[in-house]
């Protein structure tokens, strides 16, 4: 089926005026086919229109990115993914001893190595903010057993980052420019904030408390010692560029080999299972986030920075490969959910999974089973029965990035006995929250990340 560029354009404009997204970037390509739509405003101060050629953060969709680094120097010989990092960083530590001396690549990859993941501290801007970043990684503890669940971890990208600079001799930056921006024709993108100067760049939105329009974030983008995990910048075509390189076995668009073809398979290979199925992917491969979408494979990897989000998914079996970019407003996973809803089905026949509900029949819960406070790094949950039979979860941020947000408090309704349905009081999708027990610790599941019970 030939892209109706008219209709696409018409589509991405229409559903995120819907949505109150400040501007958005969509690219997609179906085959040799490609279309690029945008719509809204880069800057709610300027009011300076989106265009097909202005850069997005695209937050963690950076750590495929990194991933593919990895995987290079896997193909090169200078890495085994099953060899314990410590081993090529003879200073790294975490705080637990048996972790330090056996974590590997592969768990940090597949956010199976069960360290805290969401340490996020301004090291500077020199060099050597990596080096600094995961010298502070000493205090980290674990969240979960390590390799037995899968945790979301933006610390382990940061390590993974510091491994790659370690063994190129060159800082992360150089080596994502070197090896994959330039040989894949990516002029715009890059990872510094004086980079995306160069080009017409979107800057964040937030919807604060209180208030239903969406200013300017006070900060652009996070520091550079989370490049890794969440840094690269690009316009959405971009993100098709790099797509391509995963669907044609690594080869760059000259046809120079830039990822060996075992690489680009292992990367789409299930690692771990992730407990919540629902809102990303049943499995994490070695960066990528693998999912089923009613029969159909898809890989793929959300991002979400300050005031930014992107959405990145490829269905390989149907030639597919869709690309967005949004800079803020109250509902950019609105915007992907309804949009890529209709490009799949419309281009491959294919139905995007639903959000899960809350059950229609009664649900016999017992609340000691889920009340308690959840913690880990820079995050604290509480969950409490506020009335017979009625569950809140409220979330306290501590993140130094929370750009002044308050606690975030969540109603909850079960789905089944041990998945509950979280979403905001005043509105909102649900998203599951899955309590389970490993080893007589109960743990909380929400948003990718896996937290430990702390006081019940």
Not at 400 to 407: A, E, K, N, R, V
Request: hydrophobic share 40%.
């Amino acid at each position: 089926m030939t892209l109706d560029a008219a209709h696409w354009q018409d589509r991405l404009a229409t559903l995120a005026d819907k949505h109150g997204v400040v501007g958005a970037g969509l690219a997609v390509q179906h085959g040799d086919d490609v279309v690029e739509a945008a719509a809204g405003v880069l800057n709610r101060r300027s009011g300076q229109p989106a265009t097909p050629d202005a850069v997005f953060q695209i937050g963690s969709i950076t750590k495929v990115w990194t991933a593919t680094l990895v995987m290079q120097l896997v193909d090169d010989g200078l890495l085994d993914l099953d060899t314990p990092v410590v081993e090529y960083l003879p200073s790294f530590r975490v705080a637990d001893p048996t972790v330090t001396a056996t974590v590997t690549a592969r768990q940090l990859l597949s956010h199976s190595s069960g360290i805290d993941g969401d340490l996020f501290l301004d090291t500077g801007r020199g060099e050597d903010a990596l080096e600094k970043y995961v010298a502070a990684m000493a205090d980290l503890t674990q969240v979960v057993p390590q390799g037995r669940v899968m945790s979301y971890g933006n610390s382990g990208y940061s390590l993974l980052g510091h491994l790659v600079a370690t063994l190129r001799g060159a800082s992360w930056e150089t080596v994502v420019r070197e090896r994959l921006l330039t040989p894949l024709g990516l002029d715009s993108a890059g990872t510094l904030p004086e980079e995306a100067l160069l080009h017409a760049a979107a800057t964040g939105h937030l919807v604060l408390p209180g208030s239903d329009e969406p200013v300017v974030t006070p900060q652009w983008g996070i520091y550079r010692s989370c490049g890794p995990a969440g840094l690269i910048h690009s316009t959405a075509r971009a993100q098709l560029a790099f797509a391509q390189l995963h669907l044609s076995g690594g080869l760059a668009p000259d046809g120079t080999r830039l990822l060996s073809t075992a690489s680009v398979g292992a990367m789409q290979e299930a690692q771990i299972e992730v407990p919540d199925r629902w809102l990303l992917g049943g499995h994490w491969g070695l960066g990528w986030i693998l999912s089923d979408w009613n029969g159909a494979r898809v890989f793929g990897h959300d991002g979400a920075t300050l005031g930014q989000g992107a959405f990145l998914r490829v269905l390989p079996d149907n030639g597919l490969v869709l690309s967005l970019v949004t800079n803020g407003g109250a509902g950019a996973r609105d915007l992907y959910e309804d949009l890529f809803g209709e490009l799949v089905e419309q281009l491959a026949g294919v139905t995007l999974p639903a959000r899960p509900e809350p059950a229609t029949q009664p649900v016999e819960l017992d609340p000691s089973r889920f009340v308690g406070t959840y913690a880990r790094e820079g995050v604290e949950m509480l969950v409490e029965e506020v009335e017979p039979g009625r569950l809140q979860l409220t979330m306290t941020n501590l993140s130094p990035l929370t750009m002044g947000q308050p606690p975030q408090v969540l109603a909850l309704e079960a789905l089944d006995e041990s998945v509950l349905l979280a979403k905001p009081a005043e509105a909102g999708s649900w998203t599951p929250a899955v309590f389970f027990e490993l080893d007589g610790q109960r743990y909380l599941h929400l948003g990718a990340r896996t937290t430990p019970l702390r006081r019940g």
